[in-house]
């Protein structure tokens, strides 16, 4: 395993979107010069999933996810991740009755934005 420090990881912009029915693996990742495509298939991943796939498999690449946008998303939805990305947090959403509105919720070094579903 190689530690990597954050001074040494390069900020990116990362594309996701729905993936096709053949994808081999829950996300795929591409990459298009400097730019990273996530693809990820929602029968065996969520989106909130796939984003936290997509930021931990982008850092053991060395790279930091600075900013996330959604392709082909509900507007509103994008503009969430979009903004939570910038400060380098999750969207998680939530069912059950711990988290019946927004809240900002930290675990160690990783911080998520819980929305409850609904």
């Known amino acids: 395993m190689i530690a990597i420090s954050l001074s040494q990881l390069n900020d990116v912009t990362v594309r996701i979107r729905l993936g096709t029915a053949i994808q081999d693996k829950p996300i795929m990742v591409g990459r298009?010069?400097?730019?990273?495509?996530?693809?990820?298939?929602?029968?065996?991943?969520?989106?909130?999933?796939?984003?936290?796939?997509?930021?931990?498999?982008?850092?053991t690449m060395g790279y930091t996810v600075a900013e996330i946008i959604l392709e082909d998303h509900d507007p509103d939805l994008t503009s969430l991740y979009r903004s939570c990305s910038k400060l380098r947090m999750n969207v998680e959403h939530t069912e059950g009755p711990l988290i019946t509105e927004p809240a900002v919720k930290g675990r160690g070094e990783a911080w998520s934005y819980m929305v409850p579903k609904g």
């Open 32 to 59: 298009d010069g400097g730019r990273f495509t996530v693809a990820y298939d929602l029968k065996r991943v969520s989106l909130d999933g796939a984003a936290m796939l997509s930021r931990s498999s982008l850092r």
